[in-house]
């Protein structure tokens, strides 16, 4: 693999904040919600220790569209060029990765008053289906000639009317003063994507946008568009919203929605939803990804309106929303892990495999489905990891051996720990991080020379020495490029990671 087309990336880092200046709860959870498990909040309230807003991340460049596709798929997102995912464990909101289909969108009352609403605002005539038909009406309204409004697909490139519209909407919807061109720019128009990605080609465009109107004949189409778009809604010829979007192998992922607060009544963001979903069963890619969902966070739990299934990072697999709730499993926003009958909850999950997979299943979580909730089991405050701490001790010591420069973190003080000298709440990666490769499983890579894969396969950018170099021997470099190394693997993966140029 040439260098041309390696993911390059910083080393991974892990960020903790108050959770005051958590986006969603802004630290304002009944203090026993916003640890992760019942046990937790017990155990730490007693001992006066609170939660805290935490992530990891890492900055990247040259992302291909299907690497990310399976990065969203073990719970990341992306702001600009930064990919980040929570801790679902220590962090004070429980983000899930959640996607749908457009076979599960059923509108309620609600959502089929916004449709009509505007279609009638926009102008449209009323042709409503029965049985009511999202997809139908969306599309037939927009491709009348009487309809005053218009969208098209195109490049996520800056321009000063987008700037307008999201000043205006980040100011009178979120009362957000603390923006400015370059930081519209950062956080909607740049991504990690080669530049020929992101500018896309004329065909592709022509053809999306044909697509999104009906005007395509026959079975799915088969789309030729990978990458980041913005689909602006053009009323009378005024730019009134934008919906960013990255369209992946396996479905369009929505990244963010502004509108202009003037049209507050037409209900443009549920409308835009339905209306990717319209424009994904026109497709042969199957899934819609709405971010994350928070269960307990009125912001983002609307996004069950949609239907739809959330990610177990600790097992690769989606579950349906809504047996998730029967079984009370997002009760009071809590962290659920599924485990099977053959594996009784005494360790955390192996995942490099896992991480391996180009697409992750859907499972049922019902009664008759064999799979239960360890979540406590394992990541309780008396679960397995808490019960075998001298041996995740051992781990870490052998580790050291090494020259791997990990600590031993005491799971006993998961919510007490945090190093207050670092800068900007950057402190090393935990020693047990929910979806991240554990940690004895990562010595047990190091112990039978897996690591060795990285050699001549992953690259190093050395900032020090100004060059670029192969890693020749993992088990000979220094203590510091050795950790770094790991921390990556741990993040992404062994198959993932010999594709990396890395920077340090």
């Known amino acids: 693999m040439d260098i041309a087309s390696r993911l390059v990336i910083t080393p991974p880092m892990y960020f903790e904040e108050p959770a005051s200046k958590c986006g969603y709860c802004k630290g304002e959870k009944a203090p026993a919600d916003a640890f992760s498990l019942n046990s937790w909040a017990q155990e730490s309230l007693e001992d006066g220790n609170s939660v805290r807003n ?21 719970g990341f997102r992306r702001s600009g060029r930064f990919l980040y995912k929570p801790d679902l464990l220590r962090t004070c909101c429980r983000l899930y990765t959640i996607r749908t289909t457009p076979e599960q969108m059923h509108p309620s009352k609600e959502y089929r008053s916004c449709v009509r609403r505007f279609c009638k605002l926009a102008g449209a005539p009323q042709t409503p289906s029965q049985p009511f038909d999202y997809i139908r009406e969306l599309t037939a309204a927009l491709a009348d000639d009487s309809c005053r409004l218009t969208t098209r697909f195109e490049p996520a490139t800056y321009t000063e009317e987008k700037y307008a519209l999201f000043a205006k909407y980040q100011e009178e919807v979120h009362a957000d003063f603390k923006h400015n061109k370059r930081s519209f720019e950062r956080f909607l128009c740049d991504s990690p994507f080669p530049d020929e990605v992101q500018q896309g080609t004329s065909e592709e465009w022509a053809q999306l946008n044909a697509v999104s109107s ?14 980041p778009a913005h689909e602006c809604y053009y009323l009378d010829g005024t730019l009134i919203a934008v919906a960013v979007t990255d369209f992946l192998p396996s479905g369009l992922s929505s990244v963010y929605f502004i509108w202009d607060p003037a049209f507050r009544r037409w209900s443009l963001g549920k409308v835009s939803a339905m209306r990717e979903l319209a424009l994904l069963s026109r497709t042969t890619r199957p899934y819609y990804y709405l971010g994350y969902y928070v269960e307990d966070c009125p912001k983002m739990n609307y996004k069950a309106a949609y239907g739809g299934e959330l990610l177990d990072v600790t097992a690769a697999r989606y579950y349906p929303l809504d047996e998730l709730r029967k079984q009370g499993a997002l009760d009071h926003g809590h962290l659920f892990a599924y485990s099977g009958e053959d594996d009784h909850g005494e360790r955390e999950r192996e995942l490099d495999g896992l991480l391996g997979l180009d697409s992750y299943e859907r499972c049922d979580v019902g009664e008759d489905s064999g799979l239960r909730n360890v979540a406590e089991e394992v990541y309780g405050a008396h679960g397995a990891i808490a019960q ?77 020495m100004l060059r670029i170099r192969p890693v020749f021997d993992f088990y000979t470099e220094p203590e510091s490029i050795k950790t770094a190394l790991c921390n990556v693997v741990r993040v992404l993966g062994l198959r993932l990671a010999k594709r990396t140029l890395v920077i340090i």
Do not use: W
């Open 54 to 74: 935490s992530t990891l991340g890492f900055q990247c460049e040259n992302l291909t569209v299907e690497m990310y596709d399976s990065l969203c798929n073990r």
């Open 214 to 227: 009906g005007d395509c004949e026959g079975g799915p189409t088969d789309l030729l568009r990978l990458g």
């Open 388 to 464: 075998n701490q001298q041996d995740y001790a051992s781990v870490v010591e052998t580790l050291q051996k090494y020259g791997i420069d990990y600590s031993y973190d005491d799971y006993a003080q998961l919510y007490g720990q945090s190093d207050s000298d670092s800068p900007e709440g950057i402190r090393p990666l935990p020693n047990v991080v929910p979806g991240m490769l554990p940690l004895h499983e990562l010595l047990s890579m190091v112990e039978s020379n897996r690591m060795n894969q990285l050699n001549g396969s992953l690259l190093i950018y050395d900032t020090q």
